[in-house]
C-alpha cells in the first residue's frame, strides 16, 4: 500500500528581495487506494507541490516520504501535454518506459492499451491520432509500469469538454480496477469533485488551506444533487479565501 | 457461369454503386497521369528541338551556319553514350568520382556535425560562427581553384575543396536540430527514469535524423558538383577529367555524353536512394501528413 508523508514542507525560490515562497509549513499523509486532488488558483504552489513530490524540484526545508510497504514507491506520471514520441508507434511508446521487453511486459501494454478503448491503434503513430487518443495513450503508459502512486498535472486541461468528460470516467473506472493511488493536480473544482475522495485546497503563497473529504458514491453524475452540492461547497471555500480571483 | 451472371444482375438491379473513396482515387490517378504526361512532355519537346531545330537556330543566331559536330543531336549522343559504356570507361570514371565524393564529404559530415555540436557552447560559436557563413556564401570555385593550385593533382585537393564547400551545411543543420531537442520528451523520459542510452537512442538521434538528413541531402548534392569542378581542373580520372578530354578535343558528342550520364546518375541518387532513404525512416512523418 502506497503512503505519502510531508512534513514541514517549505519551498523558496530566489533571495532577498526576489524571495518568493511557494509552498508554506505543508503536512500531509495520503495513504492507500485514494483519489487525491490538488486545487487553487494559479500561483499556489501546486506544481511545486507535485515538482516536489515527482522529484524535478527538491523542498528548501522538511521532508517527503513516499513508499509502498517499506520500500520507495514506484511513480507513474501523466502530464498536461501526452508527451509522446511521434517517431515511435503507440504501443513502442509504451514499451519505451518498460525495464524489459519480455512477451509479459508486450501484453500487460496490450492490456492497458485496451483499458483506454485503443487496443487496436497499437501500429498507429501518434500523429494519427487525435488528441484526446493521445492523451489515453499517456495514461496508459502511465499505468502500464504499475505503479505504486500516479502523478497527474491536468491531464485533461487541453481537451474539448466532451473528450475531456469520458476520459475522466475512463481514469476513475482504471483507478477503481487497479486500486493505485492517484494524486492528480487540476484548477477545474467540477472536475475534482467528480473524481476525487479528497481534495486539498491550496492559497495563493502555498498554504494548505483546507482539506476536504468527500464520501459520495462513484460514479458521479455532476448532474447530480449530491455532486452540484459538494462543487459548490469547494467553490464556497474558494470564496471565503478570496481565492476566485478571475 | 450464365446463372451466377443473371443472379448478380438481379441482386443489384442499379449500376454498382462507386464508394467516394474510390471516386478519390479515380481523381488522384487521373492528376498524377496528367502531370507525368506534361512532365514527359516536356522531355520530348527539347529533344525535339534539338535534334531537328536547335543547329538552325545557333546558325541563325550567330549568322553564320554552325559545324554539326559542335552541336550533335541527342540521337547521336545516345550513339556514342552505347558506345562508351562498351568500352567500359564509364563504371571507372563513376567509381573514382564516387570514391573522392565519399572520402571527402564522409570527412565533411563528421567534421561539420563535430562543429555543430561544438558550437552549442558560446565561445566555439563566436569562433565558429564567421567560418561557416563564408563556406555557406563563397562560390566552390574558389575552393576548387585554390586547392587545385595548392595540390595538383594529388588526391588531397579534392577532399578540401568538397570539405570547405559541405561542412557548414552539416553544422548548421546539426546545430539547428541541437537547439530544438525536444525538451519535454526528454524530461518525460527522466521521470519514467529511462536510461541516458536509451533516452538517447529512442529520443535524440530519432529527433536529429531528418535535420542530418538535410545536411546529407544539399551537402550531397553540392560535394558532388565541386567533385566533377576539381576533375576538370586538376585530376587524371573521373567524370570531370573525361568531361575535360572530350572538351578539349572538341569532341561534343563525347562531352555531351558525359554530362547525360551525369545527369541520369544524379536523378537516379536523388529519385532512388534518397527518397528510399526518407521513406524507410521518416514513415512516421508521412503518417502524420496523411491524416
Redesign the interface.
Known amino acids: 500500500m502506497a503512503e505519502i508523508r510531508i512534513k514541514n514542507l517549505h519551498k523558496e525560490f530566489g533571495v532577498g528581495a526576489d524571495k518568493v515562497v511557494a509552498l508554506e509549513d505543508v503536512n500531509l499523509e495520503i495513504t492507500g487506494h485514494s483519489f487525491v486532488s490538488i486545487v487553487g488558483p494559479s500561483g499556489c504552489g501546486k506544481s511545486t507541490l507535485l515538482n516536489i513530490l515527482?522529484?524535478?524540484e527538491t523542498p528548501t526545508n522538511g521532508t517527503v516520504e513516499i513508499t509502498s510497504d517499506g520500500h520507495v514507491a514506484a511513480?507513474?506520471?501523466v502530464?498536461q501535454?501526452a508527451?509522446l514520441?511521434?517517431?515511435?508507434t503507440v504501443t513502442d511508446n509504451l514499451m519505451?518506459?518498460q525495464d524489459d521487453r519480455s512477451d509479459d511486459t508486450k501484453e500487460r501494454c496490450q492490456r492497458y492499451l485496451e483499458m483506454v478503448q485503443l487496443g487496436d491503434k497499437g501500429d498507429?503513430?501518434p500523429?494519427?491520432l487525435s488528441g484526446g487518443m493521445q492523451q489515453r495513450v499517456g495514461i496508459a503508459?502511465a499505468f502500464s509500469?504499475e505503479p505504486d502512486v500516479l502523478f497527474m498535472d491536468e491531464p485533461f486541461s487541453h481537451l474539448d469538454a466532451i473528450t475531456a468528460r469520458a476520459l475522466r470516467r475512463e481514469l476513475h473506472h482504471m483507478w477503481d480496477e487497479t486500486k493505485k493511488m492517484v494524486v492528480f493536480v487540476t484548477h477545474d473544482v467540477g472536475e475534482a469533485v467528480e473524481l476525487s475522495n479528497r481534495i486539498l485546497v491550496f492559497a495563493k503563497g502555498g498554504r494548505l488551506e483546507d482539506d476536504i473529504q468527500i464520501d459520495l458514491p462513484f460514479p458521479r453524475d455532476p448532474a447530480d444533487d449530491e455532486v452540484a452540492v459538494a462543487k459548490a461547497h469547494v467553490l464556497r471555500k474558494f470564496e471565503e479565501l478570496d481565492l476566485l480571483a478571475s | 457461369m450464365t446463372t451466377t451472371d443473371t443472379d448478380t444482375t438481379a441482386e443489384t438491379p442499379l449500376a454498382p454503386r462507386v464508394t467516394e473513396e474510390e471516386l478519390a482515387r479515380q481523381a488522384r490517378r487521373k492528376e498524377l497521369t496528367s502531370r507525368w504526361f506534361w512532365r514527359i512532355l516536356s522531355y520530348v519537346a527539347v529533344l525535339a528541338v534539338w535534334e531537328f531545330a536547335l543547329l538552325d537556330i545557333f546558325g541563325f543566331l550567330r549568322g553564320t551556319p554552325l559545324d554539326p559536330k559542335l552541336l550533335p543531336g541527342p540521337s547521336e549522343v545516345v550513339a556514342t553514350f552505347f558506345e562508351i559504356w562498351g568500352e567500359g570507361t564509364m563504371p571507372a570514371a563513376f567509381q573514382a568520382t564516387l570514391t573522392r565524393i565519399a572520402i571527402g564529404f564522409g570527412l565533411s559530415f563528421l567534421i561539420g556535425a563535430m562543429i555543430g555540436i561544438l558550437m552549442q557552447s558560446k565561445w566555439f560559436e563566436g569562433f565558429f560562427k564567421d567560418a561557416v557563413l563564408i563556406s555557406l556564401s563563397a562560390p566552390g570555385l574558389i575552393w576548387v581553384l585554390i586547392t587545385a593550385i595548392i595540390f595538383g593533382n594529388r588526391p588531397l585537393g579534392p577532399t578540401i575543396a568538397i570539405i570547405l564547400t559541405t561542412f557548414a551545411l552539416v553544422t548548421v543543420n546539426v546545430s539547428e536540430g541541437i537547439r530544438a531537442l525536444p525538451k519535454?520528451?526528454i524530461?518525460?523520459?527522466k521521470?519514467?527514469q529511462?536510461s541516458v542510452f536509451?533516452r538517447n537512442r529512442?529520443?535524440v538521434i530519432?529527433?536529429l535524423a531528418p535535420y542530418l538528413f538535410t545536411g546529407l541531402r544539399f551537402g550531397f548534392s553540392i560535394a558532388w558538383k565541386v567533385t566533377v569542378l576539381t576533375e576538370v581542373f586538376s585530376s587524371s580520372e573521373g567524370i570531370g577529367f573525361e568531361m575535360r578530354i572530350s572538351a578539349v578535343l572538341f569532341d561534343m558528342s563525347e562531352f555531351l555524353t558525359w554530362i547525360l550520364a551525369f545527369f541520369f546518375f544524379a536523378l537516379f541518387l536523388e529519385k532512388v536512394v534518397l527518397e528510399a532513404i526518407e521513406r524507410r525512416y521518416f514513415?512516421?512523418?508521412q503518417?502524420?501528413t496523411?491524416?
Open positions: 515527482t522529484g524535478i511513480p507513474g506520471y502530464f501535454a508527451r514520441l511521434p517517431w515511435r519505451f518506459v498507429k503513430f500523429g494519427e503508459r509500469i | 519535454d520528451l524530461d518525460m523520459a521521470s519514467f529511462v536509451k529512442q529520443i530519432p529527433h514513415r512516421w512523418r503518417a502524420v496523411a491524416t
